[in-house]
């Protein structure tokens, strides 16, 4: 059985004091692969991540990213979009990532969710808009944002059944 959160009263510490931690999350040398990094092997064909193909293919992905195709007004999918050009190269002061940011914690509205802008979070302040969002501030800096992660987290545990689903 799934277990619930914890409870996100008063002065909850939600997020892991490691969040502070340059190693933070803690995912190995890749992500979701301890000891490697994802892509880091040959596939059927012989391509790896530093094959002109890819490199390629990657660039052409970060061009459409950057465009003006690319926008759309919900928070996750500016999160999402500013995470893959974060971890792409790294750069912060990215016109997208810096937008991003901003509008999440705009959309926070205070970190009691009172002032939250719904629409912003999709129709029902949908689980994965929330989760994206999370996820991407916890990337770009885990310690500037802990506040603002620390609200997001507290709503979705809130929102968890007894049974372990998410019905937000």
Known sequence: MLQRCPPGGEGANIVP???VDASWPPLGNGIGCPGGHIGA???ADGLTTSSPEVQ???ERGIKYLES??????????????????????????????VEAASKIRQALG???LTGVDKASFGDN?????LGLAIIFLAELDPAQYRPDIECMLRYLCGQQK????WAI
């Open 110 to 112: 205070g970190h009691d």
């Open 68 to 97: 003006d195709a690319a926008n759309d007004g919900r928070i996750g999918a500016r999160a999402l979009v500013a995470l893959s050009l974060l971890k792409h190269d790294g750069k912060r002061d990215h016109p997208k990532i």
């Open 17 to 19: 004091p490691s969040a």
């Open 162 to 165: 007894p049974h372990g689903a």
């Open 125 to 129: 302040k949908d689980a994965y808009e």
């Open 56 to 58: 390629a293919a990657v």
């Open 41 to 43: 092997k040959a596939n």
